[in-house]
């Protein structure tokens, strides 16, 4: 068996599986690319998910007090923290505040952010437009009706969680989907009733700069 993974090891199409490869015209060379791209972007995504987790964190602690996860009566939360601690029992650990905050995931923490109506506390995207991302976005929803800023903070939540997850499972970011009549990337989210935000793969870089300059702009320097 030795010799034969040997000889499956010497062929960089074995090891990245041919299935794998034809989303990217089965080019090992274009494989590489987006891997090397989400290795640039991995600090951004990285840099947002724990800035969000603790401006949440301290809005939270604000309003409700130091023991807000234990004493919160969100049954979306306490689901949440069943399952870490359900996890975590067979090691047999008290589980203190800030473990249990490390352990909420990206998509949790935007999900509590919406529930306890934070957006507007958290974050100020009034001047930030989607068409920049892609010509197919819309800023407005109907005729003289623009995004409110909390939408806009939505939006992006759902946007970077998107990104996040399809970064870490080193997914092809360049994939794209066909909605209706048009292609869009699949780095989307619904924003109203077949109303869809998408980040074109080459502005992802771009549109996490811009929320990260929105939050600190010294967190741009690895």
Request: contains cysteine.
């Amino acid at each position: 068996m030795r010799e034969k993974i040997q000889v499956f090891c010497k062929k960089v199409e074995n090891l990245y599986s041919k299935k794998r490869l034809e989303s990217y015209a089965n080019s090992v060379g274009e494989h590489n690319k987006n891997l090397r791209f989400i290795a640039k972007i991995s600090y951004k995504i990285a840099v947002l998910e724990i800035s969000l987790r603790n401006m949440l964190d301290y809005c939270m602690q604000g309003q409700f007090g130091e023991n807000w996860i234990w004493e919160s009566n969100n049954e979306y939360l306490k689901e949440k923290i069943a399952e870490i601690q359900a996890k975590e029992s067979k090691q047999d650990l008290s589980l203190e505040h800030h473990q249990i905050l490390s352990r909420l995931t990206l998509g949790v923490i935007a999900r509590l952010i919406k529930e306890f109506k934070l957006q507007n506390s958290l974050l100020d995207l009034n001047d930030l437009t989607f068409k920049q991302y892609s010509q197919n976005n819309f800023d407005t929803i109907r005729k003289g009706y623009r995004f409110r800023n909390y939408q806009k903070v939505n939006i992006a939540l759902n946007l970077i969680v998107t990104i996040r997850n399809r970064a870490f499972h080193w997914e092809n970011l360049n994939k794209r989907k066909n909605i209706g009549n048009y292609e869009i990337s699949r780095i989307f989210t619904t924003a109203f009733k077949e109303v869809f935000i998408s980040i074109e793969p080459r502005n992802i870089e771009k549109f996490l700069d811009d929320l990260i300059d929105r939050i600190n702009k010294d967190l741009k320097n690895p």
